[in-house]
Antibody, heavy 117, light 113 residues
Framework: EVQLVESGGGLVQPGGSLRLSCAVS????????MHWVRQAPGKGLEWVAD????????HYVDSVKGRFTISRDNAKNLLHLQMNSLRAEDTAVYYC??????????WGQGTLVTVSS | DIVMTQSPDSLAVSLGERATINCRSS????????????LAWFQQRPGQPPKLLIY???TRESGVPDRFSGSGSGTDFTLTISSLQAEDVAVYYC?????????FGQGTRLEIK
């Protein structure tokens, strides 16, 4: 069974940066398509970014393009999300999810990012 | 972007009764070459991450009770819970993976009447 554990969330001022990580175990990480999905407090789900197994394909939602960077370390079974120029509207629980392609079949518990002065 | 619209926004059903949630996509999400609908359903219980229930519009994920079923094609889809149990109280989301960006419906809150 795939297990995903996010870390790196916290309180950051507008314009600041954070780096989220997701540690994956229980499956061959290098065979998984990986995603970040966020959920603002009391709101619905918003897909943020994804990265193919070999990093040959990377996609972002328009609202984070140029500010967020997804990456992965297949040797360490880690997924990352570098978030720069953070805005209040980026406040959310950030989930990492593994995918059979774009079928999001396993999710972590999430890490809360709060952007506030 | 493909917009996913769910109805109703909230639903109250008695234990043991049927619950039906609808999802409509703004574009066709049936891929003609493989005749598959690129539609998934998720359940999110309070304080928990989403859980995959259904993919390809009607294929149940391993371990999901058979009271959950998905149907529909093209642009109109339905999630049905045949006999509501207390543990089914949750928010349910549809999601399309036909084309990027992946998009979700706004969610349907299911409660016990």
């Amino acid at each position: 069974e795939v297990q995903l554990v996010e870390s790196g969330g916290g309180l950051v001022q507008p314009g600041g940066s954070l780096r989220l990580s997701c540690a994956v175990s229980g499956f061959t990480f290098s065979s998984l398509w990986m995603h970040w999905v966020r959920q603002a407090p009391g709101k619905g789900l918003e897909w943020v970014a994804d990265i193919k197994q070999d990093e040959s394909e990377i996609h972002y939602v328009d609202s984070v393009k140029g500010r967020f960077t997804i990456s992965r370390d297949n040797a360490k079974n880690l997924l990352h999300l570098q978030m720069n120029s953070l805005r209040a509207e980026d406040t959310a629980v950030y989930y990492c999810a593994s995918g059979r392609g774009w079928i999001l079949d396993n999710w972590g518990q999430g890490t809360l990012v709060t952007v506030s002065s | 972007d493909i917009v996913m619209t769910q109805s109703p926004d909230s639903l109250a059903v008695s234990l043991g009764e049927r619950a039906t949630i609808n999802c409509r996509s703004s574009q066709n999400i049936l891929y003609s070459s493989n005749y598959k609908n690129y539609l998934a359903w998720f359940q999110q219980r309070p304080g928990q991450p989403p859980k995959l229930l259904i993919y390809w519009a009607s294929t149940r994920e391993s371990g999901v009770p058979d009271r959950f079923s998905g149907s529909g094609s093209g642009t109109d889809f339905t999630l049905t819970i045949s006999s509501l149990q207390a543990e089914d109280v949750a928010v349910y989301y549809c999601q399309q993976y036909y084309s990027g960006p992946i998009t979700f419906g706004q969610g349907t809150r299911l409660e016990i009447k």
